[in-house]
């Protein structure tokens, strides 16, 4: 019988899945086959520097049996990766064939500049690649204009961190909406006693991603229907909120903080909430870096007046180059590398992914505090797509919309803060439609 090209593929797959358990074939071959539809050509993979990285690079070696495909896999810290990809991206190169990159960041620019290959006719090839697996917002964040852009790789959601024993001791209950949480932490607020009902991002830029889930909660969003929003009512609760937690019951530096700074403050036990991305967790519950590990727990970020909408996004996410002269190898690649067996692999060293049956196995969840995995879970299935205004400037939109929260922390008044923020970002969304 004929193969057909993605049964090919769904062969490759499965072969590739089978090497470790039954040890496959370790012969090299030079000639495509039937077994090996690729052997003999090489890809180039340009990677973030990252644990998903290290955790791919122990089978590579089984990908690369199973089809005969050499992987050229370079590794990079993350400014010099984008750098790397600019410069071969604008020279028109036909290498990487493959690259990791950050939808949520990026995505608008790099579709703009046509540096990404549209995947919707790549995904539905092979039915046990089982594409609906994928956690939908994941999905939705690596969309373009109704385009498959990428393939989510690993995720992060925005949950609570809280101090278990400090509530206990208090008798407060686990914040389940933003008014119980400002209550709770003007409560335990005791900055005479270097403790702090709140800590979180205070830095301009970094506290755009931080303040996003309190401005979606209660309505708002950066843009709406292609306009700055940046000024509507909901969007101005929801800066005001988090402009309020931080200015009345976080610490004096609290506008000199990034995440490493907010989380190491809550780490030496100086805070009772802490609000940030999942992924951060180790930083809290790790006993060598943690002076209240036992006593950090998880939740579900709290539902403000329009619910409950905290962000979960695909991290860094797999594209391939439009220029690439190898697409179905490189696809070959991608398919394998996003598998359920390789998520759940690399997860299991923990990597958070982006596939639901892998977060609903015990396997998946066993290197998560489990209130963390339910947390995580439970985001994953409400989440909002993005963290940060969807433009193609997004440093320059961060640092405006960030001016919002910082001036009404200052004491300015936060409505005039947010007319003047909300035409600048739509500047930068007029200037981008330009470019």
């Known amino acids: 019988m004929k193969r057909t090209k993605s049964s090919i593929v769904g062969l490759t797959l499965a072969l590739t899945m089978g090497l470790t358990a039954c040890g496959g074939n370790q012969n090299s071959e030079n000639a495509p086959s039937a077994d090996k539809p690729f052997a003999g050509q090489k890809l180039t993979v340009f990677a973030l520097s990252h644990p998903w990285t290290d955790g791919l690079k122990s089978s590579l070696g089984e990908f690369e049996n199973a089809t005969g495909i050499d992987v050229d896999l370079q590794?990079?810290?993350?400014?010099?990766?984008?750098?790397?990809?600019?410069?071969?991206?604008?020279s028109q190169a036909g290498t990487p064939d493959v690259f990791t990159y950050r939808p949520f960041m990026e995505k608008l620019l790099y579709d703009k500049n046509g540096w990404t290959e549209p995947l919707d006719s790549y995904v539905g090839k092979n039915a046990a690649y089982d594409f609906g697996d994928f956690s939908k917002a994941s999905v939705d964040g690596s969309m373009v204009n109704g385009k498959l852009m990428s393939i989510p790789l690993w995720t992060d959601q925005f949950v609570m961190y809280y101090r278990k024993d400090i509530l206990e001791k208090n008798n407060i209950p686990v914040p389940k909406t933003l008014a119980e949480l400002e209550a709770a932490a003007k409560q335990l607020n005791d900055p005479a006693n270097d403790f702090?009902?709140?800590?979180?991002?205070?830095?301009?830029?970094?506290?755009?991603?931080?303040?996003?889930?309190?401005?979606?909660?209660?309505?708002?969003?950066?843009?709406?229907?292609?306009?700055?929003a940046v000024n509507t009512p909901e969007a101005i609760r929801g800066f005001e909120i988090y402009a309020n937690l931080l200015k009345n019951y976080g610490p004096k530096g609290s506008l000199n903080m990034g995440w490493p700074q907010a989380a190491a403050l809550?780490?030496?036990?100086k805070a009772a909430f802490y609000v940030d991305a999942s992924a951060l967790f180790n930083n809290t519950t790790d006993p060598e870096k943690s002076l209240v590990a036992k006593d950090v727990a998880f939740a579900p970020f709290p539902a403000g007046t329009a619910g409950?909408?905290?962000?979960?996004?695909?991290?860094?996410?797999?594209?391939?180059?439009?220029?690439?002269?190898?697409?179905?190898?490189?696809?070959?690649?991608?398919?394998?590398?996003?598998?359920k067996e390789n998520v759940l692999r690399i997860q299991q060293s923990g990597v958070p992914g982006a596939r639901d049956s892998v977060w609903a196995s015990p396997e998946g969840i066993e290197k998560f505090p489990a209130d963390l995995a339910d947390a995580i879970k439970t985001t994953m299935s409400i989440g909002v797509d993005h963290s940060v205004p969807q433009v193609m400037s997004v440093t320059e939109a961060r640092d405006v919309v960030g001016?919002?929260?910082?001036?009404?922390?200052?004491?300015?008044?936060?409505?005039?803060?947010?007319e003047t923020a909300n035409k600048e970002l739509q500047a930068i969304i007029e200037s981008d439609s330009k470019k």
Request: aromatic share 12%; net charge neutral; hydrophobic share 50%.
């Open 196 to 228: 702090y009902g709140f800590v979180s991002r205070g830095q301009r830029n970094a506290l755009v991603s931080a303040a996003a889930s309190f401005v979606y909660s209660e309505g708002g969003d950066f843009i709406v229907d292609g306009k700055a």
């Open 308 to 339: 409950q909408k905290p962000y979960a996004i695909a991290a860094w996410a797999l594209a391939m180059n439009p220029k690439s002269e190898k697409k179905d190898a490189a696809w070959a690649f991608m398919e394998w590398s996003s598998s």
């Open 75 to 90: 590794v990079f810290p993350e400014e010099q990766l984008q750098q790397k990809l600019a410069v071969q991206f604008t």
């Open 266 to 269: 809550f780490a030496q036990g």
């Open 403 to 418: 001016s919002i929260v910082v001036k009404a922390m200052l004491g300015e008044d936060i409505h005039k803060a947010a």
